[in-house]
C-alpha cells in the first residue's frame, strides 16, 4: 500500500523554468511533510518542510504548497538551474513516537540549458 | 549543521559472508537511527528503527536475524547483513535524530555488493 503517492516519476524543464512535483497522501495522522533531494550514490537531504498548519512555505527558490482537506502537497522549483538535477523524494511522518517516514516513490528532474 | 558518516561507503564480499556498515551521528547524540535501503532508481525502503540501548524494531518482511543492528551508543548504530547473497546488494542507508519527532539526518549510503 503506497501511502505516499509521488508524480511524475521524471521531469524535463528548461534552465530558467518552474519544476512542479507533486504529492498526495493518504494517512491523516501525517503531520509532517518533508522534501528531499538526492544526488546520485549519495543520501538524501532535507530541501524544505511543512506542517498542515500553514499552507504554504518558501525557501529560496523552493516553495511546497500544502492543502490540507485535499491531502496533497507540493514543491515548485523557481528559475530551475541545471544543478538542480536530482531524484526528488516527498515524505510524510507521524512526528509522534518514532517518526517513521514515508517516502513517495520519487521524482528524477533534470534541468536542460 | 548535522552530520551523519557512514562506513564503509561502498563494499564488495562475497556470498555467505557477512558484512558490518556503521553509522555515526558526528556532532550531535542521536536518540533513534534508522535503516533502509533503495534498490537502483526506486525510493527508500525503511528497514528498521533503533533507539539507543533497545533492540530494534523492524518493519514487516525485514528479516531480524538477517539484518542484525545495533545501537550501542548515542552516537552509533551497526547494521550486520549476514550470510549475504546477492539480493541484498543494495544501497543502505541510516539517518538519525535527535529525538522523538525531530527532523532526521540522513547518512551518504553505502553501496553493498555481494557476488
Known amino acids: 500500500q503506497q501511502q505516499v503517492k509521488q508524480s511524475p516519476q521524471s521531469l524535463i524543464v528548461q534552465k530558467g523554468g518552474i519544476s512542479i512535483i507533486n504529492c498526495a497522501y493518504e494517512?491523516?495522522?501525517?503531520?509532517?511533510f518533508p522534501w528531499y533531494q538526492q544526488f546520485p550514490g549519495k543520501g538524501p537531504a532535507l530541501l524544505i518542510a511543512?506542517?498542515?498548519?500553514?499552507s504554504e512555505k518558501k525557501e529560496g527558490r523552493f516553495t511546497i504548497s500544502f492543502n490540507k482537506s485535499a491531502k496533497q502537497f507540493s514543491l515548485h522549483i523557481m528559475d530551475s538551474q541545471p544543478g538542480d538535477s536530482a531524484t526528488y523524494f516527498c515524505?510524510?511522518?507521524?512526528?509522534?513516537?518514532?517518526?517513521?517516514?514515508?517516502f513517495g516513490i520519487g521524482t528524477k528532474l533534470q534541468v536542460i540549458p | 549543521g548535522a552530520v551523519v558518516s557512514q562506513h564503509p561507503s561502498w563494499v564488495i564480499c562475497k556470498s555467505g559472508t557477512s558484512v558490518k556498515i556503521e553509522c555515526r551521528s558526528l556532532?550531535?547524540?542521536?536518540?533513534?537511527m534508522f535503516w533502509y535501503r533503495q534498490f537502483p532508481k526506486q525510493s527508500l525502503m525503511l528497514m528498521a528503527t533503533?533507539?539507543?540501548?533497545?533492540?530494534?524494531?523492524?518493519e514487516q518482511g525485514v528479516e531480524k536475524d538477517k539484518f542484525l543492528i545495533n545501537h550501542a551508543s548515542l552516537t552509533l548504530s551497526t547494521l550486520t547483513v549476514t550470510s549475504a547473497h546477492p539480493e541484498d546488494s543494495s544501497f543502505y542507508i541510516c539517518?538519525?535524530?535527535?529525538?522523538?519527532?525531530?527532523?532526521?539526518?540522513f547518512g551518504p549510503g553505502t553501496r553493498l555488493t555481494v557476488l
Open positions: 539517518s538519525a535524530s535527535q529525538t522523538s519527532g525531530a527532523e532526521q539526518f
Open positions: 511543512i506542517r498542515p498548519d500553514v
Open positions: 494517512n491523516t495522522a501525517f503531520d509532517y
Open positions: 515524505a510524510a511522518s507521524n512526528s509522534g513516537g518514532y517518526q517513521k517516514v514515508t
Open positions: 556532532d550531535f547524540q542521536a536518540t533513534t
Open positions: 533503533s533507539n539507543e540501548g533497545s533492540k530494534a524494531t523492524y
